[in-house]
């Protein structure tokens, strides 16, 4: 509850409750998750709007064989209850599986140590086609330089391969201290390798892009988003005649 507080106060209108599953530790099993409104009873209203701040599910499984990847190809129950559905492969074949056929909405990129395996453009380039974004975590890099850069150069890495396209940027942070603020994201973003307007996107439009990915992974079909046209535009051009607008274009 103190780190939903944290992002609410550092400009955050979401967060994902992630829960993860690491078949190489123990024998796991996918349980139903747990409801926002069982951990939360009074959710902060996000500053300048009436919406209260958005609480999602988030299941994260790290796959170090390719039998693991079956679960995801089941039609289970309970993975249809989380919001996101995210992989982390620890081998490139793994990757290539999770970038051209598993059913996903994020894929996890290890920052913690070296990459074992170099990035090739035939599953990211798919990958983006098929509407799958990049992770990449913050977290590791704030809390020691070793992994800071690990962070650096496997993020970099990506980036010569996907051109910065389809990255988001989240914290997994476990403590309020480990969590930033949009605008200090997007600036950790330039060292990774991103340009102003990716790093920005990073952290804003591709999330919310991953959010109805979810959505159209639980639905039949897809899911429309509508956005409000400014006013301002209509009325200037029903103010304008079009003979007006032709003497001053020309």
Do not use: W
């Not at 009873?41 to 701040?53: D, E, F, H, N, Y």
């Not at 800071?148 to 890495?157: G, P, V």
């Not at 990915?213 to 046209?229: D, L, M, P, W």
């Amino acid at each position: 509850q103190n780190i939903v507080t944290v992002c609410f106060s550092v400009g955050y209108s979401a967060v994902a409750l992630n829960h993860v599953i690491d078949f190489k530790e123990k024998k796991q099993e996918i349980i139903k998750p747990v409801s926002p409104s069982e951990l939360f009873p009074s959710l902060p209203i996000v500053q300048g709007t009436s919406k209260r701040i958005k609480v999602l599910t988030r299941l994260t499984l790290v796959v170090s064989d390719p039998s693991h990847c079956n679960l995801l190809r089941s039609t289970s129950a309970n993975i249809r209850l989380y919001d996101i559905i995210a992989v982390f492969p620890k081998t490139e074949k793994l990757f290539h599986i999770a970038c051209t056929t598993l059913d996903v909405d994020l894929v996890c990129i290890n920052v913690t140590e070296k990459l074992p395996f170099y990035f090739r453009r035939p599953p990211v380039n798919m990958a983006i086609d098929r509407g799958i974004y990049f992770e990449l975590l913050y977290t590791p890099a704030i809390k020691d330089s070793t992994m800071r850069r690990y962070t650096i150069s496997n993020a970099i890495s990506l980036m010569q391969i996907c051109k910065g396209k389809n990255i988001v940027i989240s914290s997994a942070a476990e403590r309020p201290l480990e969590l930033r603020g949009p605008y200090d994201v997007a600036n950790l973003g330039l060292l990774f390798g991103l340009s102003e307007g990716e790093a920005k996107a990073a952290v804003s439009t591709n999330c919310r892009a991953t959010m109805l990915h979810g959505e159209t992974r639980k639905s039949a079909c897809g899911v429309v988003y509508t956005v409000k046209k400014p006013r301002k535009v209509e009325e200037e051009e029903t103010a304008v005649p079009a003979c007006k607008k032709a003497k001053t274009q020309a």
